[in-house]
């Protein structure tokens, strides 16, 4: 089974900073999620990637598939991106509906 | 606008209690997924439906039951069965059933309490 590790754990900046999220995981896979949980418990779907680099808004999310990892950077930081950020993978050749194995978030807090 | 609809948002339970959690789309998803998330930890996986009339569990199903009566609809049952059922209980689905490689869409959770 893949283990995810999610670094930091808790993370609080200010207002227009450059944000990192780091995610790491054990054995190889076919899909990484990033998924963003409001206060309120609603989880928002904001990427998947399988190689390379994926680009919305300010939302950036790569991934090294050779160092199994993944960051999600969010530039000009505003109040509304504090959230939970969880990184889910799916292990394995692909297929199989056994769902994803997730990390267990980042607490993100920007101050004004 | 199309998404998941989780109610009640607060239940609670008394001891001794079976409580049923419901879960509602209109995406035409085939697949539909029950997660819990306890504090500090990440999400797992309770039960899983691929499609209609048939569904399998995931890795802590104890205690707990489901039917898909519906495409639609993905009901959760939590059975006195399950010693520790105070948690936050999410909903989601996919369009496909391998959906570690499909965009999954969230319904925004169900928080079970014992009183």
């Known amino acids: 089974k893949n283990e995810v590790e999610q670094s930091p754990q808790n993370l609080t900046a200010q207002e227009g900073e450059f944000i990192t999220i780091n995610c790491s995981y054990s054995v190889g896979i076919s899909a990484l999620h990033w998924l963003q949980q409001h206060p309120g418990g609603g989880i928002v779907s904001l990427f998947m990637l399988s190689s390379g680099k994926k680009k919305h808004g300010r939302l950036i999310a790569t991934i090294n598939i050779q160092e199994k990892h993944s960051s999600l950077h969010i530039t000009a930081s505003h109040p509304r991106d504090s959230a939970v950020y969880i990184c889910a993978v799916k292990g394995g050749s692909g297929g199989g509906a056994d769902g994803l194995t997730f990390g267990k978030g980042t607490h993100l807090i920007i101050q004004p | 606008d199309g998404g998941i609809t989780q109610s009640p948002k607060y239940l609670f339970r008394k001891e001794g209690q079976n409580v049923t959690l419901s879960c509602e789309q209109n995406l035409n998803h085939d697949a539909m997924y029950w997660y819990r998330q306890d504090p500090g930890q990440g999400l797992r996986l309770i039960y899983y439906?691929?499609?209609?009339?048939?569904?399998q569990k995931g890795d802590i199903a104890e205690g707990y039951s489901v039917s898909r009566e519906k495409k639609e609809s993905f009901p959760l049952t939590v059975t006195s069965a399950q010693k520790n059922p105070t948690a936050f209980y999410l909903c989601?689905?996919?369009?496909?059933?391998?959906?570690?490689?499909?965009?999954?869409?969230f319904g925004d959770g169900t928080r079970l309490s014992i009183l």
């Open positions: 989601a689905s996919s369009i496909v059933p391998f959906w570690g490689n499909q965009p999954q869409h």
């Open positions: 439906s691929q499609i209609v009339n048939d569904f």
